[in-house]
T-cell receptor
Framework: EAGVTQFPSHSVIEKGQTVTLRCDPI?????LYWYRRVMGKEIKFLLH????????ESGMPNNRFLAERTGGTYSTLKVQPAELEDSGVYFC?????????????FGQGTRLTVV | KQEVTQIPAALSVPEGENLVLNCSFT??????LQWFRQDPGKGLTSLLL?????REQTSGRLNASLDKSSGRSTLYIAASQPGDSATYLC?????????????FGGGTRVLVKP
């Protein structure tokens, strides 16, 4: 069974540019999450999809971040325009249907550097 | 607001010694606690998940305990090997949280010296 896959693994962009991160969850997993870790801080929750619907986007830092999950399969996270403080590692995770007590499986992350 | 703390932030031990990693959380209203391993430049690998009703979970050389009332979990790694060198993270799933988002600690960076 393939794990959670994220593309690209690294991205270096200039301030003001746009970047789109992609996540392919484990097949059949309804829950999809985005997290990020900025330098020196803990991993923080960004948002949660159940299938194609946004269940919780309370962690999204501002309206420069837009997440979509087309047809309840893969998800994209777009940052437009990128700022220096957006640099960090963005993780995607997925889990089976249901809300409680389901194990989360993480991708390898996308390291974003905004210069 | 749930806060998860991991102490120490870094740990260095000689090969063969047992590892003891600590995780504490401020709000005991959790569904579960999960331990992860992260290698440099890699993603998070789930090691153990302990339900709130459980006291411990074991997998090979790994054993994780949970004391929900005192807000603590400990990950034991027996007979450490250089391949155990990595960052270990704990995360809790809150009962009050929408969905099952995780709240993470800062991690403990472990180095096992041959």
């Amino acid at each position: 069974e393939a794990g959670v896959t994220q593309f690209p693994s690294h991205s270096v962009i200039e301030k003001g540019q746009t970047v789109t991160l992609r996540c392919d969850p484990i097949s059949g997993h309804d829950n999809l999450y985005w997290y990020r870790r900025v330098m020196g801080k803990e991993i923080k929750f960004l948002l949660h999809f159940v299938k194609e619907s946004k269940q919780d986007e309370s962690g999204m830092p501002n309206n420069r971040f837009l997440a979509e999950r087309t047809g309840g399969t893969y998800s994209t996270l777009k940052v437009q325009p990128a700022e220096l403080e957006d640099s960090g590692v963005y993780f995607c995770a997925s889990s089976r249907a249901g809300i409680m007590n389901t194990e989360a499986f993480f991708g390898q992350g996308t390291r974003l550097t905004v210069v | 607001k749930q806060e998860v703390t991991q102490i120490p932030a870094a740990l260095s031990v000689p090969e063969g010694e047992n590892l003891v990693l600590n995780c504490s959380f401020t709000d005991s209203a959790i569904y579960n606690l999960q331990w992860f391993r992260q290698d440099p430049g890699k993603g998070l690998t789930s090691l153990l998940l302990i339900q709130s009703s459980q006291r411990e979970q074991t997998s090979g050389r790994l054993n994780a305990s949970l004391d929900k009332s005192s807000g603590r979990s400990t990950l034991y790694i027996a007979a450490s090997q250089p391949g155990d060198s990595a960052t270990y993270l704990c995360a809790v799933q809150m009962i009050k949280a929408a969905g099952n988002k995780l709240t993470f600690g800062g991690g403990t960076r472990v180095l096992v010296k041959p």
